[in-house]
C-alpha cells in the first residue's frame, strides 16, 4: 500500500496568514493527489485535484503543487472557515490512501 | 442539487453486522462508483472499497475482504455497505462518497456506527 505522510499534524496560525501543508507518498504517485479538508462533524469536502487543479466553488487562496512523492497545500490568506483538518488522499492505484491529516487551528 | 443522504446511527453488538444505505439523488447514479470511507473517533480517513452502480461490480481494501458487501439498488438509486462480524475497532462514522474522475466530490452527512456490549 502506497503510504501517504503529511507534516505537520497541526498548526496554529492567524487570519490573514500563508499556511502551507506538506504530503509526501511513500512511491511516486505521479500527480495523483487530491486535497480535502474537514470540519468538526461533517463529511471530508474536495478543495483540489490531480494536484493543483481547484475543485469547482473553491477559493482561489487555495492552490496546490507537486508531482512524484512530494505535493504542498497552500493557503495564501488563512480566512475564519479555514480552520479545519486537512487531507492529502492519492488516487494512483487502490487502496486509495490518507494521509494522517493537518489541522489548523487558531 | 447532487447529494447522498445516508441512513441513521446504529449500535451493534460484537460479532453481529450492520447495514448503511446511502441514497442518491440530483444526478444519474449509474454513472459514477460509490466509494465508502471511514472514521474513527478523532481519527483519519480510512478508504473501504467501492462499488459501480452499473454493473454492480466492487473492489475492496484488503483489511475487509470477506467482511464487507457492497451493493445497489438502482431502482432507488441507493448503495449499501454491510459490515459483519464487527468488533469494538469498527466504531466509526462510515461515509459513502461519490467517486468523480478519481476524486470524491461528494459525500454523505455520515452514518455513526457503535459496536458495544
Known amino acids: 500500500d502506497i503510504q501517504m505522510t503529511q507534516s505537520p499534524s497541526s498548526l496554529s496560525a492567524s487570519v490573514g496568514d500563508r499556511v502551507t501543508i506538506s504530503c509526501r507518498a511513500s512511491q511516486s504517485i505521479s500527480s495523483y493527489l487530491n486535497w480535502y479538508h474537514q470540519k468538526p462533524g461533517k463529511a471530508p469536502k474536495l478543495l483540489i485535484y490531480s494536484a493543483s487543479t481547484l475543485h469547482t466553488g473553491v477559493p482561489s487562496r487555495f492552490s496546490g503543487s507537486g508531482s512524484g512523492t512530494d505535493f504542498i497545500l497552500t493557503i495564501s490568506s488563512l480566512q475564519p472557515e479555514d480552520f479545519a483538518t486537512y487531507y492529502c488522499?492519492?488516487?494512483?492505484?487502490?487502496?486509495?490512501?490518507f494521509g494522517g491529516g493537518t489541522k489548523v487551528e487558531i | 442539487q447532487v447529494q447522498l443522504v445516508q441512513s441513521g446511527a446504529e449500535v451493534k453488538k460484537p460479532g453481529a453486522s450492520v447495514k448503511v444505505s446511502c441514497k442518491a439523488s440530483?444526478?444519474?447514479?449509474?454513472?459514477?462508483?460509490i466509494n465508502w470511507v471511514r472514521q474513527a473517533s478523532g481519527q483519519g480517513l480510512e478508504w473501504m472499497g467501492w462499488m459501480n452502480p452499473y454493473s454492480g461490480n466492487t473492489g475492496f481494501a484488503q483489511e475487509f475482504q470477506g467482511r464487507v458487501t457492497m451493493t445497489r439498488n438502482t431502482s432507488i438509486m441507493t448503495a449499501y455497505m454491510e459490515l459483519s462480524s464487527l468488533r469494538s475497532e469498527d466504531t466509526a462514522v462510515y461515509y459513502c462518497?461519490?467517486?468523480?474522475?478519481?476524486?470524491?466530490?461528494?459525500w454523505g452527512q455520515g452514518t455513526l456506527v457503535t459496536v458495544s456490549s
Open positions: 488522499q492519492q488516487s494512483y492505484t487502490t487502496p486509495r490512501t
Open positions: 440530483g444526478y444519474t447514479f449509474a454513472s459514477y462508483n
Open positions: 462518497a461519490r467517486q468523480w474522475l478519481q476524486t470524491y466530490d461528494t
